[in-house]
């Protein structure tokens, strides 16, 4: 009966919207995730693993303060206007309004505190000085990147997947060759030009194509705040914010027990260059994603209870397929990325399966939480990160950084497995169980 079920639903799915827009999604970040695989295993191979490692410590940094500039005003703006786009445009426009309002005050905000606070980083807590001027040119980045975030929060409630792909498309062909030529002439200084002159080529495009969506959907943006304005987006952004800052902060926390360990810079610079194989894994999962999201919103916020259970099932189904497949695959040709990456590089193929085994989980992870986000139980995701953040740490420090770069990666593994476990407990025995008879039946 189930196998039923499924064949059903995704005869249906793949005769609707949800197909075609899974597609353009998934073209997407196939265009975004290739060139950035290719600008990434090309930057690892010219830096070597020190330097490299000094990229990920400098990433994770702005992931960090990137979060907090963020505040999940991005996922906001794809429930919100998935919501209410065909129902209440004048509603929209004031909450695009609204969400660039904010996004900018916190934004400026946190990068005046990540400027002034960067040498106290980099010598400080890093035990590395020279990344000082580094960490500076970054903290311009966490403006750009929370623009960006409503912005492709935004596009993706409009369900405007095609526009993201041109956009990630332009974005890939033209920031790729600058970030490649700024490591080979200026080192690790001009990756990290580069890497801002990229996000500032992201925003300009991305605002050309949200003005040709508005004048689709016929928006008119007002920024008027309000407490009626204000409510539902932090009643959204903010438990995102907080399921957010219990990973940006742990990666960070984490990163930075690890690099202050003998060679960690170079381990962590290794354990990253390896990562990269996750990312291919996920890519797909991740662009059922973008489309599930909105998708789900929209059923749930009017009443479509069979649609919402169909997307459910099909995003899972999905979600298995799409990251075991690849998984698999790049196993068998997993040698190919060692031999480019270089010697350097001592990947070993049990860090290869760790990795490969953590994507799926994550991938499987994701599915089953984009139904607390999508049916107003986002809380509960939150609850769930902080307990794959205190495992992770506990398991980092009793075991992963006496064990090098495998045993950072076990770590990460079994706070991964720890975090589904408790997932599906909720989803099966608490109030997940009452969300899926009450809401999907």
Not at 367 to 372: E, N, V
Not at 397 to 408: D, P, S
Request: charged share 10%.
């Amino acid at each position: 009966m189930t196998s039923t079920l499924l064949l059903k639903v995704n005869k249906n799915l793949l005769k609707s919207s949800f197909a075609i827009n899974s597609l353009w999604a998934i073209m997407s970040l196939f265009v975004s995730k290739g060139l950035n695989f290719i600008t990434i295993a090309y930057v690892a191979k010219t830096l070597g693993p020190k330097q490299f490692g000094e990229f990920n410590v400098i990433q994770t940094t702005v992931g960090l303060f990137g979060t907090v500039s963020g505040l999940g005003l991005g996922l906001a703006a794809t429930k919100l206007i998935a919501e209410f786009k065909d129902v209440d445009q004048k509603k929209v426009g004031e909450i695009i309004g609204s969400l660039f309002l904010l996004s900018n005050l916190i934004s400026v905000f946190v990068f005046i505190v990540f400027f002034i606070s960067s040498t106290w980083i980099a010598g400080g807590l890093l035990n590395n000085e020279n990344l000082s001027i580094l960490l500076k040119i970054t903290s311009f980045i966490v403006v750009l990147d929370a623009m960006i975030g409503v912005q492709n929060g935004i596009l993706s409630g409009f369900e405007s997947f095609r526009d993201i792909t041109f956009v990630n498309t332009i974005v890939g062909l033209v920031g790729s060759p600058l970030m490649i030529i700024g490591t080979l002439y200026f080192g690790l200084t001009g990756l990290t030009v580069m890497l801002l002159t990229s996000r500032v080529i992201n925003v300009w495009i991305n605002s050309t194509y949200l003005r040709k969506n508005y004048k689709n959907f016929n928006i008119t943006v007002k920024t008027h705040l309000t407490k009626d304005k204000l409510k539902p987006i932090f009643g959204i952004s903010i438990p995102s914010f907080l399921s957010s800052m219990t990973t940006s902060p742990v990666n960070w926390v984490s990163t930075t027990i690890f690099v202050n360990q003998p060679m960690g810079f170079s381990a962590l610079g290794i354990y990253n260059a390896a990562n990269q194989l996750r990312q291919f894994v996920l890519f797909l999962p991740d662009s059922a994603g973008k489309v599930s999201i909105p998708a789900m919103a929209n059923a749930f916020g009017n009443g479509n209870f069979s649609k919402f259970k169909s997307t459910v099932l099909t995003t899972f189904l999905w979600n298995l397929v799409l990251s075991l497949g690849p998984a698999v695959v790049i196993f068998l040709f997993s040698g190919i990325f060692k031999n480019f990456i270089g010697k350097e590089y001592t990947i070993s193929t049990n860090l290869i399966v760790i990795i490969l085994a953590t994507g799926v989980l994550v991938a499987l992870n994701n599915a089953i939480g984009y139904i607390f986000i999508c049916s107003n139980l986002i809380w509960y995701d939150f609850v769930l990160r902080i307990f794959w953040g205190v495992t992770l740490i506990v398991l980092l420090l009793i075991y992963g950084r006496y064990n090098g770069v495998t045993g950072y990666a076990i770590s990460i593994l079994g706070a991964t497995i720890v975090h589904m476990i408790i997932q599906i407990f909720l989803l099966i025995i608490g109030v997940g169980k009452k969300l899926l008879k009450s809401t999907i039946r």
